[in-house]
DNA sequence: GACGATACGGAACAACGTTCCGCTTAGCAA
DNA sequence: TTGCTAAGCGGAACGTTGTTCCGTATCGTC
């Protein structure tokens, strides 16, 4: 699943050995950029990771010659373990109740990452591989919840994965402080989905 | 609608006289400010809207001390334009359908504001001012179209304009090219609001 | 035409991303 | 252990940005 996209961040290749120190400092970088991403968000300064790191400039770009190589490096494992909840998800609720379970795992995940959207969507190609893992993980998740749910008649089934993926991170990301307002606006999404299913119809509210 | 914000930016305040060559500055920053946004987006450099407009930084600080009040002055236009198209729309359309033409003539504003959404939500207080005015003006509008169509029956009535408003925009910013996504997504919303409607359910498909 | 108040322009400053290079250090061989 | 070499390191330095400051130019009036 991340054959190609890990090759050169990590350091890990097969046939290089890769220096104790760069590996140390690596690793001290990933972890420093962490803490202040979700601090000072994405678009925090460089010395700041720098210093937090205890490491020179010219370290950070040697071995994340791009930002979008260290923003990728450090949200990929996060994106994973997002992904991952949705099988446990699944097999301990109902269809819909996962679906719904699931998407506010997501938004939970999401909430915290600003400043990436604007990121993403700068039209920066240097953060063009960062979408593709974002959907090569996270679409199949999402289609399986979807299908399952559609299969007992509780969604319609005409609505792709991805589009509700975007959507529910574009009104997740945006949001400053949590005044409930991406939670009603995701439980009216699910509702939208919920509309001319095939199942029973009981009323609004699907969080 | 607009008697606070508009003092101290346009410079045409009731008890001082406006310099000649203040008030021509002013107006080519504003000019050269709608250009340099248009093309580079909001978060163009300032020298760029300085030399177009053949003036020095000090006179940009001077007549716009926060770069919020320069993007206020330049899209308040804009957004007045949007929301005076509500009336004609309501009285031409059936309530639901003026709904959805408004909400769309809305996407096509918002579309093009590229860079706004993360000005808006950077927690600079200094933009600040502009998601007041964006309120002022969009939320009675919207509260308007929507009781239209809940005493139709056509939409539930239990959803506040201004997250519908938000939660429009947000899915609507983000998009850089127009793959229908924004409509798709648009359309999902907006069935659900008609989801528990106490009118007819006849399918899904809104637009 | 002269005067005071107002506004102008651009140099100057601070903070940022990024590059560059002399010095340090890890890893290996003897 | 010692010495060698290449890899890696740190931080000074550069260009670009937002913002401030002040000597100078201009406007409006007498």
Redesign the pocket.
């Known amino acids: 699943m991340s054959e190609e996209v890990d090759a050169g961040v990590t350091?890990e290749r097969a046939g290089?050995?890769?220096?104790?120190?760069?590996?140390?400092?690596?690793d001290a970088l990933l972890s420093a950029a962490a803490e202040v991403f979700a601090t000072s968000g994405v678009?925090?300064?460089?010395?700041?990771i720098?210093a937090k790191a205890?490491?020179?400039?010219?370290?950070?770009?040697?071995?994340f010659?791009?930002?979008s190589d260290l923003i990728a490096a450090v949200f990929r494992h996060e994106v994973d373990a997002c992904a991952d909840a949705a099988p446990a998800l699944a097999a301990q609720h109902e269809p819909l109740e996962a679906l719904v379970k699931w998407l506010q795992r997501f938004t939970g995940f999401i909430g915290t990452k600003h400043g990436l959207s604007a990121a993403l969507h700068s039209g920066d190609p240097a953060y063009s591989s960062l979408p593709a893992y974002f959907q090569q993980r996270f679409v199949p998740v999402l289609r399986a919840l979807l299908d399952r749910a559609a299969e007992a008649g509780e969604v319609r089934s005409d609505v792709d994965p991805y589009d509700l993926l975007r959507a529910t991170a574009n009104l997740t990301l945006p949001a400053r402080e949590d005044d409930g307002h991406t939670q009603r606006m995701v439980a009216l999404l699910i509702d939208g989905l919920r509309f001319g299913a095939g199942g029973t119809v009981s009323g609004p509210g699907a969080g």
Chains 1, 2 share one sequence.
Do not use: F
């Open positions: 350091g290089k050995r890769v220096r104790a120190d760069a590996q140390r400092n690596t678009d925090a300064p460089v010395r700041q720098t205890g490491v020179g400039a010219g370290t950070l770009y040697r071995h010659p791009q930002r």
